[in-house]
């Protein structure tokens, strides 16, 4: 019986596996995590969707050595502003939020950043071939961001700047194993690096939005959107312009 020898990977097909290879941009162990000096804090509550952010922000205050400001990650994987819709280690996410809210109110933090996977827990879409689709909010939404709404207030309360970090753009093809593709042609793979757009996201995005954006409008607060960065000209790319993928699955960049 003749075997069909196994097809070599194309170079461009293994820059895209590689980067699933790659570790998560998120600290290697949960909980709290300090970094720089400074005595002026900012103080980041959420899930690992946050604290994916902590490698850029360590990078700003390494290059920035006279700044006179700090960041705390308070964080755990899968930890949501609800109970019903966190997915893991139920009781320490909310001895974690617990203590995070503690510490927000405390001097040395001066501003405080709230972010979540907000589109995966509060319509519960999980499902990787219709990531970043249009779907209604879970009925224990309601609670989940009156949750955010005291955090919210509590911290504005005590005269701490708050910011809500929303969304980055999700797509079912963003993960870099979904881009290769099989193929009876020569080399056998091909990569599918399709966008998504931000229209669309907005539109899916937009049951929860309009209520955080109010949360944020009634505390004086900000938002923060990385769509404005990783959407140019309305477009969200998957890879860069030298064919690196941008995200490292489906939910976390590079």
């Known amino acids: 019986k003749t075997q069909i020898p196994a097809r070599p990977i194309p170079p461009d097909v293994a820059k895209i596996l590689a980067a699933e290879n790659e570790d998560y941009p998120y600290p290697d162990e949960p909980g709290f995590l300090y970094i720089g000096d400074g005595p002026k804090k900012v103080l980041f509550i959420g899930d690992s969707t946050l604290a994916q952010y902590h490698g850029r922000v360590e990078k700003v205050l390494k290059e920035n050595p006279g700044n006179s400001r700090g960041a705390i990650f308070a964080w755990r994987p ?10 893991v280690a139920h009781a320490k996410c909310r001895q974690l939020l617990a203590d995070a809210i503690a510490m927000g109110k405390t001097a040395p933090i001066e501003s405080v950043v709230i972010g979540f996977s907000w589109y995966s827990y509060l319509t519960g879409n999980r499902d990787g071939d219709q990531m970043g689709e249009l779907r209604p909010l879970l009925p224990v939404a309601d609670a989940a961001l009156e949750n955010v709404r005291r955090m919210v207030e509590g911290f504005a309360g005590s005269g701490k700047k ?10 079912s093809g963003f993960a870099p ?20 757009y931000k229209d669309r996201l907005l539109e899916a995005y937009e049951p929860f939005l309009a209520r955080l ?9 900000g938002l923060i959107d990385p769509l404005g960065g990783l959407c140019p000209g309305g477009t969200c790319p998957s890879i860069t312009k030298g064919d690196e993928p941008i995200y490292r699955d489906t939910y976390h960049l590079r």
């Open 78 to 87: 899968g930890c949501a502003p609800h109970d019903e819709i966190t997915r």
């Open 162 to 171: 708050v910011y809500i970090m929303l969304n980055a753009p999700l797509n």
């Open 177 to 196: 194993r979904q881009m290769v593709q099989r193929t009876v042609f020569a080399p056998g793979f091909k990569v599918n690096s399709a966008p998504a």
């Open 213 to 221: 954006r109010k949360i944020a409008e009634d505390n004086n607060a």
